[in-house]
């Protein structure tokens, strides 16, 4: 009997390292989506080398957001919109609906990225190619432990992602040594593209995906913050990873004087490192990215519904299959609703400094976290991230504005 015991402790701590990496990669591929490729391209041609600047500063500021957001969850053993609703009776309902409307609005874009991805890799109509993408993301969640399911696909994707965007890097040939001195010695500074790749990797939705997954789990206390921290870290080290592998593969291209193609970017960068392979493995990476965002969206996006109604709870699959069906079906009919996506990112510059102000907030709150003491550093990391994501959105949404009566 013992034997069997022993052999179900070894099954469990399997499963729940499964689950620990499936949250890292989770989050980390939800914010490698075909947004974050042209983000990345354009603001690498833009400033060159000084990019590395911007990669730095991001990096720490994702880890000040991240790191907080996946301690209160796990802690508190809540869902981001409990914990809202404790901090402020109702703001956890203002911040679901900012999250749910954010996400379905941006999944549009998913979708249509894995669209494109199709079309570039295998000359599928785009229209094909996403219908078949979501088909692919839904069997996921009618797998009957469709939580292993996705743990094991992001792991994998986010693997084949990394290996793709690194061999393009490799043949770029990148001036490695002028990208790492500007890093911290840059020739131009840019706030706006340090917020813009800070809201592109942890706003919205993307805040919450690993903690709440980790909540599916079952991974939750003080006990296991030791373990949370390092998946968070790993994580941001992935989704990091990616960012420089990418920046330094456009840096290689773009030092050499090509211009990149105003429409796609990130297409060019490919084609002109490795030729038609290049191009190919663009469709490719697109299509991957494009797919991860889409398990990422809906599963988070839906996250924030369960425990509102007892409907979004049993049915919870369903609902996540509804929000990619949706989805599909409005790129499919009307493309992908440019003003819809234009509105949603004025919106998704709102919503991290709403949510991870409450987090913050309920970090120091014994009713919420009980006797765990939150460090004062990670505080005043949230604090700055906060402060500085509220100045942009609220300015972004004002210029915005006017382009919409």
């Not at 947004?35 to 500021?61: D, H, K, N, R």
């Not at 402020?88 to 999944?107: D, E, T």
């Not at 425990?307 to 493309?335: L, M």
Request: charged share 10%.
């Amino acid at each position: 009997m013992s034997k069997e015991n022993s052999l179900l402790s070894v099954k469990d701590q399997r499963a729940r390292r499964r689950s620990l990496m499936g949250a890292a990669f989770l989050m980390a591929t939800s914010a490698v989506g075909p947004g974050f490729l042209t983000q990345t391209a354009v603001f690498t041609e833009t400033l060159l080398a000084s990019f590395g600047f911007v990669i730095l500063a991001s990096i720490i500021l994702d880890f000040g957001a991240q790191m907080n957001v996946w301690r209160i969850i796990t802690v508190s053993g809540k869902p981001g919109q409990d914990i809202a609703n404790e901090v402020l009776p109702g703001l956890g309902y203002v911040v679901a609906i900012f999250i749910v409307i954010g996400g379905l609005a941006f999944n549009i874009g998913n979708i249509g990225g894995t669209g494109l991805g199709a079309n570039v890799f295998l000359g599928l109509d785009p229209k094909i190619g996403a219908i078949i993408s979501a088909a692919f993301a839904i069997f996921i969640f009618l797998s009957k432990e469709a939580g292993a399911a996705m743990d094991r696909i992001v792991n994998i994707l986010g693997a084949i992602l990394i290996l793709l965007i690194g061999y393009v890097m490799f043949v770029s040939q990148p001036p490695v040594g002028d990208a790492i001195y500007r890093s911290f010695v840059p020739l131009e500074l840019d706030v706006y593209a340090i917020i813009t790749i800070v809201g592109g990797t942890v706003g919205g939705y993307i805040t919450f995906s690993g903690g709440h997954r980790l909540l599916d789990a079952g991974i939750t206390g003080k006990d296991s913050i030791s373990e949370v921290n390092r998946t968070s870290v790993f994580g941001i080290g992935v989704a990091s990873l990616v960012r420089v592998l990418l920046f330094l593969a456009v840096l290689g291209v773009v030092s050499q004087g090509v211009a990149l193609d105003p429409s796609n970017p990130a297409a060019t960068v490919f084609q002109h490192a490795a030729g038609e392979i290049g191009y190919r493995l663009f469709g490719v990476v697109l299509l991957v990215a494009g797919i991860t965002s889409v398990i990422g969206a809906a599963y988070t996006s839906v996250s924030f519904l369960r425990s509102f109604h007892r409907i979004f709870e049993d049915y919870y699959k369903y609902w996540i299959i509804a929000f990619i069906i949706f989805s599909t079906g409005v790129f499919v009919v009307i493309g992908e609703a440019a003003t819809l996506l234009v509105v949603a990112g004025a919106v998704n510059g709102l919503i991290l400094p709403l949510t991870l102000g409450s987090m913050l907030l309920a970090a120091h709150n014994k009713k919420i976290i009980g006797d765990y003491k939150h460090p004062i550093w990670l505080t005043i990391f949230g604090a700055i991230v906060v402060i500085l994501t509220a100045v942009l959105g609220v300015r972004t949404l004002f210029q915005m504005i006017p382009q919409l009566f």
